[in-house]
């Protein structure tokens, strides 16, 4: 094994362990040979939930993994959210406070993500002067989100959140969570993205754009993107199977779900099958079953932003 540490986080409540524990499956399983650290911020999470995170991470891959409950009271500086976004994604704003000092780098990822590819390129990237590293985002209306935050489109740009190489010293120096806690309060009404918003209206300027392999968000496979013919021709690029590495379904139709039509929705199944969860798959309805067809109707008369 690797002598060299790749320290990964996560943040999870107990509703999200399933989901947690396919990431976290899909990380280890195609970076065996190297040595990783996973450390998990802890809404909540019950003891099982922990001895299901331990059983993947410990057990069967043989890694380290470290557990940061957090106090019952940290919600209550945020904005409720809606939907299917719980709280829960504002702890990643508390990653540099709260690990401790001597980890100066950490890959942040999602719960809602597979890793298909080695992660040693990314984890090796120079974080020198810079915040973090992060792939672009492309939903329709990127320009106007960036002038709601004061952020530059053209120079500047805005990140997804979901896959984050945080450079910790960085965010440390410059008094990061402070910052991003006086951005909630001074924007609560308007975090339409949430934590995503933060991280991008504190830390835009300085934040190291990433090739899109290491976030394939859900928007890069739509057929309408907020995406330059350069990026675009870029994007179509990464998403072959030859490049791709991390496949984040940032959507709100989750593999998980019923709703769900990403076109790589069943290599999800592929790493859930390694966990406690195999077998485990989306249980469709006579009226799911009928909502999917329109669904497929609708994208095939691009009456909706389908998948390309």
Known sequence: MAQEFCHLVCCVDDNYVPYCGVMLASV?????????????LDNALTDRGRESLRGIVERKYGQQICFYPLSSDWQDSFPSTSSYVSLTTYCKLFISAILPASVDKVLYLDCDIIVVGALRDLWNRDLSGKAMAAVKDAHRGLEEDCRRLGIDWQTEGYY????????????????????AMDFVASHASGLIYHDQDVVNGVLHGHILPLPPRY?????????????????????????????????????????????????????????????????????????????????????????VNGYR
């Open 160 to 179: 997804n959140a979901g896959v984050m190489l945080l450079n910790l010293d960085y965010l440390r120096d410059t008094h990061f969570l402070e910052r």
């Open 215 to 303: 976030n394939l968000h859900d928007h890069l496979f739509r057929r309408k993107r907020a995406l330059s013919d350069e990026e675009a021709r870029l994007a179509d690029r990464e998403m072959q199977p030859e490049h791709r590495v991390i496949i984040h379904f940032s959507s709100k139709r989750k593999p998980w779900g019923t709703r769900c039509l990403h076109p790589l929705r069943k290599l999800y199944f592929h790493y859930l099958d390694m966990t406690e969860w195999r077998g485990q798959r989306p249980q469709y309805t006579f009226s799911e079953r009928c909502w999917w067809w329109n669904r497929r109707l609708s994208e095939w008369l691009h009456w």
């Open 28 to 40: 280890l399983e195609n970076n065996r040979e190297e040595h990783i650290v996973v450390h998990v």
